[in-house]
């Protein structure tokens, strides 16, 4: 129980000042009564924390890392997750064959709500590399697909993409993820 609520100062305290994200943050917290998400949110910050790629940082401010994602995106993430960072319709509470149709990349989305490291192993290895559960996802894992440069592009060209008051408190919840995991 301690290390459950350890992880959870990682995400909910850059949320503490920011009035602006009540509502993000309440669907977050609806997101996360749903148990067996819990448990693969906890298994994902814990996992990535002490295996797979470390020290991963998105440069959401580098041009060329941008121009590169977003083309990346538009190539191999675009036909589920939206051209516009949307996802498909009823995301958050429809299954298609047991899986969980695309989320959001866009402010609306919980993409922000995960630090940089876990974004990247996330992609490049997949739900089942990371927690080790039969958890069904349509998503592929980009490992062999995508250079390390060409996920940690993708993910920038996303984090451009937000507003600045999202980006500061992603930066924050990297700040935080840090701290706790070294």
Known sequence: KQKIKKLFCVVLKPWQHH??????LTNWIRAMTNSRFLLIYV??????????????????????YVKMGEKVYLEQC???HGVN???????????VDGMRLAPPHDKS????H??????????KYGFKAMINDDYKVSMPVYDGVLSDKEIIASLSYIKSTWPEE???IHNKINDNYKSKTN
């Not at 989305?109 to 922000?112: F, I, Q």
């Not at 995960?114 to 992609?123: G, I, K, Q, R, S």
């Open 166 to 168: 999202v980006a500061e």
């Open 109 to 112: 989305g919980h993409t922000w």
């Open 43 to 64: 298994a994902l910050l814990t996992v990535s924390s002490t295996s797979f790629a470390e020290a991963v940082e998105l440069r959401p401010n580098d041009p060329v």
């Open 19 to 24: 009035a602006k994200v009540v509502i993000s």
């Open 114 to 123: 995960h630090p940089d490291e876990v974004l990247f192993n996330l992609t």
């Open 78 to 80: 675009a036909s589920c």
């Open 85 to 95: 960072l949307e996802g498909q319709v009823g995301w958050q509470d429809t299954t």
